[in-house]
């Protein structure tokens, strides 16, 4: 079974064309020289507490967005909503790792609304753990790919292992849909939060 360590540092080694992977690469506008390091760090803490405060349910949305996970290395969480997340699974404190002002994103606001109203440990995660882009245009969003999502597979399989969550939460009808390979027993009972 692999650790926080070992899961990140298998993310940090994954590279696909027109993919941003926030825990390897360095976007020359908006990040600080060792941005790829503080993401990596943000998501080792976050893994670390899901274990330690023994989260029962993962938060499974579509994949990274640019204004968001791409720039925090926190699935579903932008820079506006650090705090909150280091607060989610105990008092973690994560490291902004680009420059300039925080950022929002509109999902992310979605999402910790509903969190501050659940008030219990959740991990938060994504079909597909990268940001995919547009050809030429890193700060654009498209919905991953089939093979993509097979390729990453594997991943979402041993975060699901090292976690062992009772539940598991869909977050929108496409996340929904690609959640469908997943064993009953791993799918969430009830309907998707948000579609």
Request: charged share 25%; glycine share 6%.
């Amino acid at each position: 079974m692999m650790t926080p360590k070992s899961f990140v540092a298998a993310l940090a080694e994954m590279r696909l064309p027109n993919v941003f992977n926030p825990w390897a690469d360095r976007c020359t506008i908006h990040d600080r020289s060792d941005a790829p390091q503080r993401r990596r760090a943000n998501l080792t803490s976050m893994l670390n507490a899901a274990i330690e405060t023994r989260a029962e349910t993962i938060w499974i949305a579509r994949d990274l967005g640019y204004r968001g996970g791409r720039r925090t290395g926190i699935p579903l969480t932008d820079e506006v909503h650090l705090d909150e997340a280091g607060r989610l699974l105990g008092d973690i404190s994560y490291t902004k790792a680009t420059t300039g002002p925080a950022v929002a994103e509109r999902t992310a606001a979605i999402v910790w609304r509903m969190l501050t109203r659940v008030n219990q440990p959740v991990m938060l995660w994504n079909v597909f753990p990268f940001h995919p882009h547009d050809a030429n245009d890193p700060m654009s969003n498209r919905c991953h790919s089939r093979l993509e999502r097979e390729t990453t597979w594997p991943l979402l399989e041993a975060l699901i292992e090292m976690l062992q969550p009772r539940q598991i939460v869909a977050i929108g009808r496409d996340a929904h849909m690609a959640l469908e390979p997943l064993p009953v027993d791993r799918r969430a009972k009830g309907t998707p939060l948000a579609g």
